[in-house]
């Protein structure tokens, strides 16, 4: 693989590859969950994606129930929550692991030494800016938040 958009990811619909169809965009990959105090990162999330998609930037969810357990539900659930609740319409993937043995290749290759910002991930609602290129740029802890000053000028930098 080699880069961010060659990695097979099935979407949360069961799309079988939902990085292809991104290839090209300036993408914030998130890995998300619906019963975290950081859930409300959501509308931020979703704000980005409406004003920026004409600009070829794409907010990428990643479900995961590793903390906590706080994604639960099947992909259905997931999906229906998020479009009712906060109106998502940026693409989710299926449900995976970001840390561990069972680690989804698109997670070991953000946080790989050669290929992304190496350490495991700490809580829901981490962030990775990656380029049109599928280079990760930029890593964002869980607590900051998507219309952070830093993150915007990232964004605006990386299009």
């Not at 799309?15 to 290839?23: F, I, T, V």
């Not at 906590?68 to 997931?78: L, M, N, R, S, V």
């Not at 693409?91 to 992304?116: F, I, Q």
Request: charged share 20%; with cysteine.
């Amino acid at each position: 693989m080699s880069n961010f958009y060659d990695i097979a990811v099935r979407g949360i619909d069961g799309a079988p590859d939902l990085l292809g169809a991104l290839r090209g965009r300036v993408a914030l990959a998130v890995n998300v969950a619906s019963r975290c105090g950081l859930t409300p990162q959501y509308t931020a999330l979703e704000q980005l994606q409406r004003e920026l998609a004409a600009e070829r930037f794409t907010v990428i969810g990643f479900p995961c129930n590793q903390f906590g357990a706080q994604e639960p539900g099947t992909e259905a659930d997931i999906a229906t929550f998020c479009s009712t609740t906060y109106g998502v319409s940026f693409p989710l993937s299926a449900k995976l692991e970001v840390n561990g043995a069972n680690r989804h290749p698109v997670y070991r290759y953000l946080t790989a030494v050669d290929t992304g910002i190496p350490g495991e991930i700490s809580w829901n609602f981490e962030k990775f800016l990656v380029g049109r290129d599928g280079r990760v740029l930029k890593r964002y802890p869980p607590e900051t938040k998507p219309q952070d000053s830093g993150v915007l000028e990232d964004i605006a930098a990386a299009l």
